[in-house]
């Protein structure tokens, strides 16, 4: 099933293209989408209503803990995310991507939860068009939260990383 944030990125890209007409199917999904007129904006497509019921299945889910967690694990895990994080600058995305942790599968993480950075540290990369971008901390300080998952599709400007300054 596609995911909301897999639909948007279908949206804006067909909305900045020349192209018309787009039709999606993936394991028996099917999402058609129309550009009208001179407007450059969608029309409501047959399947609109699909895409509108699998926006609203996704946002409906329950979050799954890993059955290996203990009732205790997953009260400390919803404490942490109710707990304001104590940060100075957000690193950001500076384009619609793919977010990876590391350089390569094999290779571990560039930062984690706790690592001090400098400006020109390399901290993540994200993937736009098959080209693999480089992100750097932009500031000196420590990684006090990582706010998205390795593989995670990113927005322009949406926080992936908090820093406290030194």
Do not use: W
């Amino acid at each position: 099933m596609l995911k909301v944030q897999e639909i948007r990125e279908i949206i804006k890209l067909i909305d900045q293209s020349s192209i018309s007409e787009f039709t999606y199917e993936t394991n028996g999904t099917s999402v058609s989408l129309k550009k009208g007129g001179n407007q450059g904006k969608f029309q409501k497509a047959t399947t609109e209503i699909e895409v509108e019921q699998l926006v609203k299945q996704e946002e409906k889910k329950p979050v799954q803990t890993h059955p290996e967690k203990t009732q205790s694990d997953a009260k400390l895990n919803n404490e942490e995310k109710t707990s304001s994080v104590n940060y100075d600058f957000e690193i950001v995305s500076p384009m619609v991507g793919t977010f990876y942790t590391a350089s390569s599968p094999e290779k571990g993480p560039f930062v984690f939860v706790g690592s001090s950075v400098e400006a020109d540290t390399v901290v993540c990369i994200v993937e736009a068009m098959k080209l693999f971008n480089e992100i750097e901390a932009e500031t000196s300080g420590e990684i006090v939260e990582i706010m998205v998952e390795n593989g995670e599709l990113v927005e322009y400007g949406q926080p992936l990383f908090r820093v406290k300054k030194k």
